[in-house]
């Protein structure tokens, strides 16, 4: 069974950073492109990042280009966002996937 658990997200005050991590278990991690989207309230999900399996290919939403840096550790089977420079349009609660799976989510907010 896919397992993904994010940790790491808080309340950060705008300018600050974050750094956000996904435990992953049930697959062959080392093998999977890995993905992290986003909610914010009241919004539909969004797409953030994206890092292939062997962390050579990254991909990145306009919005967070530049500010956000996705890595993984596959010998931790752990994948990582990195978020810089915060704003407050960054507050939601960020879930790593897998295809369609996600876990339960952080909650990022980002507010003076």
């Known amino acids: 069974e896919v397992q993904l658990v994010e940790s790491g997200g808080g309340l950060v005050q705008p300018g600050g950073s974050l750094r956000l991590s996904c435990a992953a278990s049930g697959f062959w991690f080392s093998l999977s492109d890995m993905n992290w989207v986003r909610q914010a309230p009241g919004q539909g999900l969004e797409w953030v990042s994206s890092i292939t399996y062997n962390g050579r290919s990254r991909m990145y939403a306009d919005s967070v280009k530049g500010r956000f840096t996705i890595s993984r550790d596959n010998a931790k089977n752990t994948l990582y966002l990195q978020m810089n420079s915060l704003k407050p349009d960054d507050t939601a609660v960020y879930y790593c996937?897998?295809?369609?799976?996600r876990g339960q989510g952080t909650q990022v907010t980002v507010s003076s």
């Open positions: 996937t897998k295809d369609s799976v």
